[in-house]
Nanobody, 126 residues
């Protein structure tokens, strides 16, 4: 079993920045892909960013490209999401996710991920 703990959310004004963290504990896989998803009130959960187990490949939702950066520290079993130039449309609960990596992985697909964090609220005021 893998336990994920999300943190770093909060209230920020439009144009501001936040850094989310997701620490993993418990059983760890040698090859684990990690991602961030978000869910705004009344909306479906959507993919935000993903990173391969090596960290060499990253994927982003089009609307966050150039503003958000996903990274990972495998020594600490932690994945980060640096969010800059935030706008009110980024307001949501953000969830980290983890699952076995593979060359055929569909990174934006939530069903590819086995483990989920509890979520951290991000609120961007205008």
């Amino acid at each position: 079993q893998v336990h994920l703990v999300d943190s770093g959310g909060g209230l920020v004004q439009a144009g501001g920045s936040l850094r989310l963290s997701c620490a993993a504990s418990g059983r760890t896989f040698s090859s684990v892909a990690k991602a961030w998803f978000r869910q705004a009130p009344g909306k479906e959960r959507e993919f935000v960013a993903a990173i391969s187990s090596s960290g060499r490949r990253t994927y982003y939702l089009d609307s966050v490209k150039g503003r958000f950066t996903i990274s990972r520290d495998n020594a600490k079993n932690t994945v980060y999401l640096q969010m800059n130039s935030l706008n009110p449309e980024d307001t949501a609960v953000y969830y980290c996710a983890a699952g076995p990596d593979s060359s055929a992985r569909d990174y934006p697909n939530s069903s590819e991920y086995t483990y989920w964090g509890q979520g951290t609220q991000v609120t961007v005021s205008s």
